[in-house]
């Protein structure tokens, strides 16, 4: 086996997370932050609790808001042609 090939295993790393729990583990990185542990999540607590960081929840919303209704910025290639071409037919009846 190679020499120091594998990395160096810590027996005490300090694992922090955000509501403030503080537990060490054994782990080859340090320090470890982590956004939920046992003492937050909704399974281990049986509170339900919504954690949105990067406003998932609030897109998925506006998504099912706007089911159905067709935005102009989302048109299909088929949908463009056939909307060109009546913008040109139009233009060539006028004249």
């Given at each position: ?43 281990y607590t049986g509170k339900q609790k919504l954690i949105d960081d990067s406003g998932i929840i609030n897109k998925y919303a506006k ?33």
């Amino acid at each position: 086996m190679k020499k120091e090939l594998h990395p160096k295993y810590n027996e005490k790393v300090k694992v922090t997370c955000t509501c403030g729990n503080i537990f060490y583990t054994g782990s080859t990185i340090d320090p470890i932050n982590i956004e939920i542990c046992s003492q937050c999540h909704p399974f281990y607590t049986g509170k339900q609790k919504l954690i949105d960081d990067s406003g998932i929840i609030n897109k998925y919303a506006k998504r099912i808001e706007n089911h159905g209704k067709v935005s102009k910025t989302k048109v299909g290639k088929k949908a463009k042609k056939a909307r060109q071409a009546n913008k040109k037919s139009a233009k060539s009846t006028k004249k």
